[in-house]
Nanobody, 121 residues
Framework: QVQLVESGGGLVQAGGSLRLSCVASGSSDSINVMGWYRQAPGKQRELVAT???????NYADSVKGRFTISRDNAKNTVYLQMNNLKPEDTAVYYC???????????????WGQGTQVTVSS
């Protein structure tokens, strides 16, 4: 069972920056993909950014050029640097980890508890 612990959320003014961190523990298999999703009140959870173990990244169009995802495989940690934050970025941000199927195990996906990010105008 993989545990994901997020940190770094908070309240910031528009135009400000925050850095989220997520530490994964408890996995005996390599985590193939780590990422961040967010869910605003009344909306569905949406992808923010993902990074593979080979450091390939993917971003939602709404955050391209403002957010940067990075990963430290040795520490099993993923980061999300968020710059030029906007009020519409306000949401609960969830860390996600995906372990692809192996010869003897199905694919697995894990979620953190979430961290609140609030951007005031």
């Amino acid at each position: 069972q993989v545990q994901l612990v997020e940190s770094g959320g908070g309240l910031v003014q528009a135009g400000g920056s925050l850095r989220l961190s997520c530490v994964a523990s408890g996995s005996s298999d390599s985590i193939n993909v780590m990422g961040w999703y967010r869910q605003a009140p009344g909306k569905q959870r949406e992808l923010v950014a993902t990074v593979t173990s080979g450091f390939s990244t993917n971003y939602a169009d709404s955050v391209k050029g403002r957010f940067t995802i990075s990963r430290d495989n040795a520490k099993n940690t993923v980061y999300l640097q968020m710059n030029n934050l906007k009020p519409e970025d306000t949401a609960v941000y969830y860390c996600n980890a995906v372990i692809l199927a192996t010869w003897n195990r199905p694919p697995r996906q894990y979620w953190g508890q979430g961290t609140q990010v609030t951007v005031s105008s």
